[in-house]
């Protein structure tokens, strides 16, 4: 009886406390109605400004509407939990207020706390996606990103500061669902408006560690926690690296570190900033995050296949191609073809032309020592085509005898000026030189090193025979490789890309009504027009930051740092994940990438997503894979230990199929069947009916991704496909994020439990 009414006045307090917020809440939404009244009638008076007809009004117009949709397009957007958080706080050592509204004191005042435990609450914060000021200048809402809000993600009870009570508020829509509350100074009886302080649940990031998992990456923003929030927050002057294994929050932070940056100082990145996510599937799973942290349009996220405009690759090379493709050395093979290429077999031999009444003729001898002539320097082989033109000019004028004619050099230089306007005019001279040193583009020249014979030449004592094999063989292929594209980058870089003249704009019609053609001739960009034409064009970034950078070959890394030349860099990784079987040639072109910009370091420790129970079991693979290093440590346990079947004769298909419904029907999220690279179809086909919830994977594929359960098939397979195999198991081993399920194929030597060798004690 004691317990039910103890349950009662639980209850009660809990409804009393959501009520409370919900009052907030309310408050909050009539401000933004008033908001979002308010941007409406600025694009009305915007639209009114246009019909006024002089340019400077149309150019205010295209200004004010570009600010007004973006305001109101942000203020319409109502997330899951715009409102997520609460801090009430003890008075400060001084009264200064910061521009949010809020006061600027980190430490409490000396008469903070009496003699005898007792305080008084001095300032209560809420906490959302975005700051929210009364029609008096009193902040409703705090953004995240607002220095007044740190305390939220980083008191502790052992460094409290100003912090009596953390709360996390859940909502859905405009609706209050629950409040759970962190208590960080439990030594203290708190008042607040003359009430003691009320503390509610079990604390917030639990509760947020035991939601399902969706095939969409949710923010971690209502439970970043103190060493997250270090990184996120962390000055961007320079390169700042994250290390930590896996379910530490890297990616995640890594999102919310752009969206801070950009509130920091939007000006200095209005230069975008870059995402480099190693797989399209990482790239679907996180680009939701951005827009509900309040940030969206000045951020890019892109797989290392889609980094080069035009080409969109999602293919994966056999991991011996792979490391051919990837390799630093790949750079003197991509030169001598770059260069070779002009040389097929259909560039003409002889150059005839008519000048000055005579036949004039260059020999294949001769042609080939202008070549070589033009090809010394180390300028890109397209923008070398001018100087190939005047070499050739130089040799016909020689061959002509003309330059003997005068001694005066003004008549000599006009005869020479004659001369060469005489030939340059001829057909035959404009299409041997269009023929003889075409334009080139980085597809024509890698179809060229399709042909095993010429790579072969140009990859001697480069690549061994085998290498150049398994390359000409790869290229064959009509699909891109995602290791294709560093190359068609470095292509682009090695050949040049003429200037040519920019296209005027066409005149708009409503000009042409207006009479408006005669202030202004040819119409100029409005704002928004150059800056999405910007944005589309932007092949450099004000910030570059590299997700699972530990993946990344030398290749790609010189890709991905000619988009950072004069960026600042956040780089994300964790060598205990590294695909990539060559880490210390990595790592010279990684510091080549980032230059001599000072470094900074950061570790994260904690595992937020794996339960004891499977981070116990993917540390041995890890032991396995690098002796000596420290997995992180897990936060949680549920008591469920991964399960372990074997085949006992079944099919293999059939057996992983029915794990997998086992799986759906234990758990209310998402399942993740994670394959060997080359059985990534056919495990597709397996799963075929079970529903949305449940996706099979290559190991490749798998990485950054989290499901509320995995079933890892084959550990052996997953390992043995290359040398980095066991990193590779030891990412597909720490997805799940509730239940694991390791079925053993014929390669795995299971025991009688099913376990296979490879994860035995």
Do not use: C
Not at 13 to 32: A, K
Not at 283 to 294: A, N
Not at 615 to 620: D, F, S
């Amino acid at each position: 009886m004691a317990a039910q009414e103890a349950d009662r006045l639980v209850d009660t307090v809990r409804d009393r406390e959501i009520g409370v917020e919900q009052e907030h809440l309310d408050q909050v939404y009539r401000r933004l109605d008033e908001k979002i009244h308010e941007a409406e009638f600025l694009m009305k008076d915007a639209h009114r400004l246009g019909q006024v007809g002089t340019p400077g009004a149309l150019a205010e117009r295209d200004a004010q509407v570009f600010r007004a949709g973006v305001h109101l397009n942000r203020l319409n957007n109502e997330y899951e939990d715009f409102l997520f958080g609460r801090i009430d706080l003890l008075n400060g050592k001084d009264g200064k207020k910061g521009p949010d509204g809020a006061y600027t004191s980190i430490e409490p005042a000396d008469d903070a706390v009496r003699a005898d435990h007792t305080a008084d609450i001095g300032e209560t914060l809420h906490i959302g996606r975005m700051g929210v000021l009364d029609a008096d200048y009193t902040p409703l809402v705090i953004d995240w990103r607002a220095p007044a809000a740190a305390p939220f993600y980083r008191a502790t009870p052992v460094d409290p500061g100003r912090v009596v009570r953390r709360r996390v508020i859940r909502s859905k829509g405009r609706r209050v669902l629950g409040v759970e509350d962190d208590l960080m100074r439990p030594e203290l009886t708190a008042a607040l408006d003359g009430a003691e302080l009320a503390v509610i649940g079990d604390g917030a990031l639990m509760a947020a560690l035991g939601r399902s998992r969706g095939h969409t990456m949710r923010d971690i923003v209502s439970s970043i926690q103190a060493e997250q929030d270090l990184v996120i927050r962390a000055p961007a002057a320079s390169v700042t690296y994250v290390e930590g294994g896996p379910g530490t929050g890297k990616t995640a932070v890594a999102l919310h570190r752009a969206a801070y940056l950009l509130y920091q100082d939007r000006r200095r990145y209005s230069g975008g900033i870059l995402i480099v996510s190693p797989t399209p599937l990482l790239v679907s799973y996180t680009e939701g995050v951005l827009p509900s942290l309040g940030e969206e349009g000045q951020v890019a996220i892109r797989a290392l296949g889609s980094l080069v405009d035009g080409a969109e690759a999602t293919g994966y090379d056999d991991p011996a191609t792979a490391r051919v493709k990837g390799s630093a050395r790949m750079l003197k093979v991509l030169r001598k073809a770059a260069r070779g290429a002009l040389e097929g077999g259909g560039a003409p031999q002889r150059l005839r032309v008519v000048a000055f009444g005579r036949r004039l003729e260059l020999e294949a001898e001769e042609l080939t020592r202008i070549r070589h002539a033009v090809l010394g320097g180390t300028a890109p082989v397209n923008l070398l085509r001018p100087r190939a033109r005047r070499l050739l000019l130089d040799a016909l004028y020689a061959q002509s005898g003309a330059g003997s004619r005068h001694n005066d050099p003004e008549l000599a230089a006009e005869l020479r000026s004659s001369f060469d306007e005489d030939v340059t005019t001829e057909d035959s001279f404009t299409g041997f030189l269009d023929a003889w040193w075409p334009e080139l583009t980085p597809r024509q020249v890698l179809t060229a090193m399709a042909d095993e014979r010429r790579l072969g030449r140009w990859a001697r004592r480069v690549l061994n025979p085998g290498e150049v094999r398994r390359l000409a063989r790869s290229l064959r292929r009509p699909e891109l490789s995602v290791h294709d594209v560093a190359l068609l980058d470095e292509l682009n870089t090695l050949l040049g890309t003429p200037a040519r003249p920019r296209r005027r704009r066409e005149l708009d019609p409503l000009d042409q009504l207006t009479g408006l053609e005669e202030l202004m001739p040819v119409r100029e960009e409005s704002r928004r027009e150059r800056a999405e034409r910007l944005a589309q064009e932007r092949t450099e970034y004000a910030h570059v930051i590299v997700d699972e950078a530990q993946d990344l070959t030398p290749m790609q890394w010189r890709m991905v740092g000619r988009r950072g030349r004069t960026a600042t860099w956040t780089v994300v990784g964790d060598p205990a994940q590294s695909s990539w079987p060559l880490p210390e040639e990595a790592a010279e072109a990684r510091d080549e990438a980032l230059g001599t910009r000072p470094r900074r370091r950061f570790e994260l420790t904690v595992n937020y997503r794996n339960p004891a129970e499977i981070a116990e079991l993917a540390a041995r693979v890890l032991a396995l894979a690098m002796p000596g290093m420290t997995a992180p440590r897990a936060v949680r346990s549920t008591g469920v230990r991964p399960r372990f079947t074997a085949l006992d004769g079944a099919e293999l298909g059939a057996v992983v199929r029915e794990e997998a419904r086992r799986q759906l029907e234990l758990v209310d999220g998402t399942v993740g069947v994670v394959v060997a690279m080359r059985r990534r179809e056919e495990a597709a086909g397996w799963l075929d009916g079970l529903g949305e919830r449940v996706v099979a994977l290559g190991s490749l594929e798998a990485k950054g991704l989290e499901y509320d359960a995995t079933v890892v098939v084959s550990p052996a397979e997953i390992a043995d496909e290359s040398p980095a195999g066991l990193r590779v198991l030891y990412v597909a081993l720490t997805r799940a994020t509730q239940q694991l399920t390791v079925v053993a194929g014929p390669r795995d030597e299971p025991d009688a439990d099913g376990v296979p060798d490879l994860l035995r004690d």
